[in-house]
């Protein structure tokens, strides 16, 4: 067993948990990792009490290796995602099993594909747009998660499917189709 990267000093009980701050009001996780990688190195550990020991490429390269070179063990932490994301999840998947759903998502990663998909997102953020700027308008509120579920939906089925949903709140026959697979 090799010793962990070096990292910031913790607390014997509470770990790094207080150097992380607080959520609520710094959300910017990224820029206290970003500030430890300049002083530690490219690649660091902190611990956090219960959760246990992250490790953190700092290095795009070496990030990428692990990523895509290798499907390292999930933390059993995982395990508590199961409720939102599902057994089948690519997030929880591993071995021969993960590599199967990687080639199967590659192409949608491809930078070409991505390319070609811009004009169709563009295009079906007008309706969201549109719907923002009556809101503000009338001065009336404006459910962006279900406005942002109706546009992903709507991305997903013209890229995907070919499908015009029109952006016109059509997750009663998302969910209807969720059901079917």
């Known amino acids: 067993r090799l010793p962990p990267p070096p990292g910031p000093p913790g607390h014997w009980l509470l770990g790094n948990l207080l150097d992380l701050g607080d959520p609520m009001r ?65 997030l929880v998947a591993e071995g021969e099993e993960w590599r199967v759903r990687r080639r199967t998502f590659n192409p949608g990663f491809d930078p070409q594909f991505l390319r070609n998909c811009i004009s169709t997102v563009c295009a ?22 279900e406005a942002a579920i109706d546009f992903t939906a709507d991305v997903i089925a013209r890229v995907g499917f070919g499908e015009n949903w029109g952006g016109t709140g059509l997750r009663a026959d998302m969910l209807a189709l969720q059901g079917q697979c």
């Open 26 to 90: 710094d959300p910017h996780l990224d820029l206290t990792l970003i500030d430890w990688v300049k002083q530690y190195g490219p690649v660091i550990s902190f611990t956090v009490p219960i959760v246990g020991r992250f490790v953190v490429a700092g290095d795009p390269k070496l990030a990428r290796q692990a990523v895509q070179t290798k499907n390292y063990p999930k933390s059993p932490t995982y395990g508590a995602l199961l409720p939102f994301i599902g057994r089948r999840s690519m």
């Open 124 to 145: 079906r953020l007008t309706p969201l747009l549109d719907a923002c700027e009556r809101a503000a308008a009338e001065r009336l509120p404006l459910p962006m998660h």
